[in-house]
């Protein structure tokens, strides 16, 4: 039980366009999604908290108008990256809190190449 | 001075020795503890949680608790080639449910 699907797993897109990752908790609500951005060799690094029915709490630093949060339902997060470029090449991953048992899951993660 | 301290690492071990991987963490009030594994290029998977002070023991692996120290560990029996992987500690603090991450040890266990 707890888990929680993203997708794309990898994508490569042009610079300038806009690419949008999806996380679904198929076995449970997840009412707060965190999205993490990490680069090579570097931990995870929280970019902002997702909450459904409410706007998303971005982390200091980080553009709300460049990577657009959406929790539409309980079971459904995204992260669009708007208007990407190179240096938003990254690993992003999801993650939800999915109970004591399982404590916080997450996805698979998506390999994002900004050419 | 960072919320979640770890030893870069790497720390090198041999097969079926044990591997002892440490945390340390800033909040006093932090209640929650997660030992992760990152394998290269995936996501985290949860390899232990602990809440209270003490020991938990789940198979091979064995996290420790002492709140008064603000110390967690995470102990590998009997290593394997296969756990050479990235360790991630993990807290939630008191007020919140942010997870706040450790930048990782990386364990490599020699066969």
């Known amino acids: 039980g707890a888990v929680v699907s993203q997708h794309p797993s990898w994508v490569i897109c042009k610079s300038g366009t806009s690419v949008k990752i999806e996380c679904r908790s198929l076995d449970f609500q997840a009412t707060t999604m965190f999205w993490y951005r990490q680069f090579p060799k570097q931990s995870l690094m929280l970019m902002a908290t997702s909450n459904e029915g409410s706007k998303a709490t971005y982390e200091q630093g980080v553009e709300k108008d460049k990577f657009l949060i959406n929790h539409a339902s309980l079971t459904l997060s995204t992260l669009t990256v708007t208007s990407a470029h190179p240096e938003d090449s990254s690993f992003y991953i999801c993650s939800a809190p999915a109970g004591q048992n399982y404590g916080y899951t997450f996805g698979s993660g998506t390999r994002l190449t900004v050419v | 001075q960072k919320e979640v301290e770890q030893n870069s690492g790497p720390l090198s071990v041999p097969e079926g020795a044990i591997a002892s991987l440490n945390c340390t963490y800033s909040?006093?009030?932090?209640?929650?503890f997660f030992w992760y594994r990152q394998y290269s290029g995936k996501s985290p998977e949860l390899i232990m949680s602990?809440?209270?002070?003490g020991d938990k023991e789940d198979g091979r692996f064995t996290a420790q608790l002492n709140k008064a120290s603000q110390y967690v560990s995470l102990l590998i029996r009997d290593s394997q080639p296969s756990d050479s992987a990235t360790y991630l500690c993990a807290v939630i603090r008191l007020y919140g449910n942010k997870l706040v991450f450790g930048a990782g040890t990386i364990l490599r266990v020699k066969s």
């Open positions: 602990i809440y209270s002070n």
């Open positions: 909040d006093r009030g932090s209640q929650s």
